[in-house]
């Protein structure tokens, strides 16, 4: 008797379980609204919570510097690879750096196979605005000899499992990356007019500021969900990401879509739980080998 009850109870637990992935298939909006009535979100988290974050560097031994990040199920890895080439004409005393992040179809069926999608593209450009505003890597350490040799530095990101969020997670893989690269100390010989680079001699790029990004989805003009995954982002009327530096400096917001958000108090809101969050992620950063 005690069998075919448990039986019973397994049985419906599973007609339960495929009802609700029914339901959230054919009506996302909806089944999303009813966790937020209740003040969850459908994978447990509450609204303000973030989820668990790794940071490993080190990751690719043929890079120069190399980082795996791990934010919930989204997993980025970061290689960067230098190169030296000649200063720009109207810059010719600066290297400079060259982010590039891949959303591969593999990552997760919404990308398709072929060319970089436009929204790699836009979120590439978007990191080299955060990492150039911040200042991460001052262009002129870069510079080996002023007009005849710089330092090209390319940061590329491959998303290796997308579940919402690549922003976050990439600008914190392109930064704990460039934390561990080593570049061998050059110099450039005016006779030969070639640059000589020591097999020996290694160094760390002079760091300045390291910016971490912390995203929020507005859902429904007035629900804020820190840390967005891949079933909530289509659904949000606004992403707004607050970028800080690892002492708290404020360094951009942005605000990616035009919904209308229904609150005036949601952006400061959003500037205080980034704060909060970006000294923790801060510390990581730091520790993080």
Same mark, same amino acid.
């Given at each position: 008797m005690a069998a075919a009850t448990t039986s019973l109870s397994a049985s419906t637990s599973a007609e339960d379980a495929l009802r609700a992935q029914t339901f959230q298939r054919l009506h996302p909006k909806a089944y999303l609204e009813r966790f937020l009535e209740e003040n969850i979100r459908p994978d447990g988290r509450e609204l303000d919570e973030w989820r668990d974050v790794s940071v490993h560097m080190g990751s690719i031994s043929t890079a120069d510097g190399s980082a795996l990040v791990r934010l919930g199920d989204t997993t980025v890895v970061c290689g960067v690879k230098a190169e030296i080439t000649e200063p720009e004409l109207d810059s010719p005393e600066e290297g400079f750096i060259v982010p590039n992040l891949d959303l591969p179809a593999i990552c997760s069926p919404k990308f398709k196979p072929g060319p970089p999608t436009e929204e790699a593209q836009v979120m590439s450009d978007r990191l080299n605005d955060v990492l150039v505003t911040a200042g991460v890597v001052s262009p002129s350490s870069l510079c080996i000899q002023p007009g005849k040799a710089a330092w090209v530095l390319y940061i590329d990101a491959t998303c290796i499992n997308y579940d919402g969020n690549a922003f976050? !997670?990439? $600008? $914190?893989?392109?930064?704990? !990356? $460039? *934390?561990?690269?080593?570049?061998? *100390?050059? *110099?450039?010989? %005016? %006779?030969t007019g070639r640059t000589v680079c020591s097999r020996k001699v290694q160094e760390p790029l002079q760091i300045g500021r390291l910016p971490i990004a912390m995203t929020f989805g507005i859902f429904d003009g007035m629900h804020v969900l820190s840390d967005p995954t891949s079933f909530e982002e289509p659904l949000l009327d606004t992403v707004m990401s607050v970028t800080m530096d690892d002492d708290g400096g404020l360094v951009s917001v942005t605000q990616v879509g035009l919904g209308v958000i229904g609150k005036q108090d949601i952006l400061p809101q959003c500037i205080t739980a980034a704060k909060y969050r970006?000294?923790? $992620?801060?510390q990581q950063l730091h520790t993080s080998s």
């Open positions: 976050d !997670a990439t $600008l $914190l893989a392109m930064v704990a !990356a $460039l *934390r561990n690269t080593r570049l061998p *100390r050059a *110099r450039f010989d %005016e %006779e970006c000294s923790i $992620l801060a």
